[in-house]
């Protein structure tokens, strides 16, 4: 019993942890913070990295180990590649986040190449209007596509569905 | 050490194109391309990082990625020849791109059988990025090719010069071979039919041909590269070997 809520408590500390680059959601809601177990009284996290060479992996593991260490566990990160991240493990309440932030939260299921050629619909996070553009495959950062309403004419991220 | 060999020959494919297509960054000739470029960088320089850590692992001599990818010569760069060729403009780029995601798309999908766990987990992701630079560079082959004289001309230019490296790309070296034989690396060989769906979709609405290739170049496997490796690697390279163990 005590171990479930220390673990649970763990879970708590490293799941407050924003993602660096879209600091309005966490690293739970992103769906990148696997589990929290503890192994011989150290909290061990299991992070899965969102693209192959995502810039900030590195910095979000040592936050989540740093997050832990200040709730006052001894800490460790492990690194899960297998199974890999799909924005399909953004969580429901991740994605109302990032739609009020400005960023499109992914439209559908994570594609494969069907996504070859394939356009996809995306809604315009500011009015809703699905008349939109793709200005760029590649946004901001790794994880995001540039787009353009037509209806409300503003520039938008896209969570790219991968 | 077949396997660790043979992972290296990934790795170093996955290096050696993401520093060549990172050499666009602040020359693309739109912003757009300007973030695409490096985007796509970054997918296949962090695959090659993971597979060069499993590599080291597997081997057991204590080498980092750092050492495999900072200290070794261009001898012993096992890259095939395709991916270290010129960036020259972007339809030479873009064309080098669609032949190499084309071939990585099947491939990281067969490894999702790999009897090893680390390819097994980069295959899952590597996938779904070869896809979406599939997408990318295909819409450009085709943007070119069937574009303005100009710009046609130079993508037929591309297909000449690149065909010829094509066939490198379904060869496996020794050691491939017996990763493969092992189960932890797909066949190369087995791929040439999906490479050649893809490729025919994209130049059939691009309006190119892929012609004859009277004479296949190879020899990248044995290291043995085109003098242009050796000045990526010296640019790549200059920091870590001017400050050795460096880490950052």
Known sequence: MLATAEQARAWEAAAAVPDPEVPCVNVAELGILRWVRLEDGVAVAGVTPTYSGCPATLAIEMSIEAALREAGFDARIERVLSPAWTTDWITEEGREKLREYGIAPPEQAAGSVRALFGEVSVTCPKCGSTDTEKLSEFGSTACKAHYRCCACAEPFDYFKCI | ?248
């Open chain 2, 1 to 248: 050490m077949a396997i660790y060999q043979a992972l290296l020959e990934l790795a170093d494919d996955h290096l050696v194109l993401g520093h060549r297509i990172s050499e666009w960054c602040g020359h693309a000739p739109m912003l757009e391309e300007d973030l695409a470029m490096p985007n796509m960088a970054l997918d296949l320089i962090g695959t090659s990082r993971t597979l060069y850590e499993h590599a080291g692992e597997l081997e057991g001599k204590g080498q980092s990625e750092d050492d495999l990818a900072y200290l070794r010569g261009e001898r012993d760069y096992r890259n095939c020849l395709l991916v270290e060729r010129p960036n020259e403009d972007f339809a030479h780029t873009m064309l080098r791109q669609l032949y190499f995601a084309a071939f990585m798309y099947p491939y990281w999908i067969a490894a999702e059988k790999s009897s090893d766990e680390v390819v097994r987990g980069v295959a899952g992701k590597a996938q779904k990025e070869m896809a979406y630079h599939i997408r990318h560079a295909g819409e450009w082959v085709i943007r070119l090719g069937d574009g303005t004289d100009e710009s046609a001309t130079r993508m037929r230019e591309a297909v000449d010069a690149l065909s010829i490296y094509v066939d490198e790309l379904f060869d496996s070296s020794p050691a491939a071979q017996e990763a493969e034989a092992a189960g932890v690396l797909p066949k190369r060989a087995d791929l040439r039919a999906e490479w050649d769906k893809t490729i025919a979709q994209v130049f059939d609405e691009a309006l190119l041909t892929l012609p004859a290739v009277p004479f296949a170049q190879r020899g990248g496997r044995e290291g043995l590269h085109d003098e242009g490796l050796g000045h990526l690697l010296a640019e790549m390279q200059s920091v870590y070997r001017a400050h050795p163990g460096a880490r950052w």
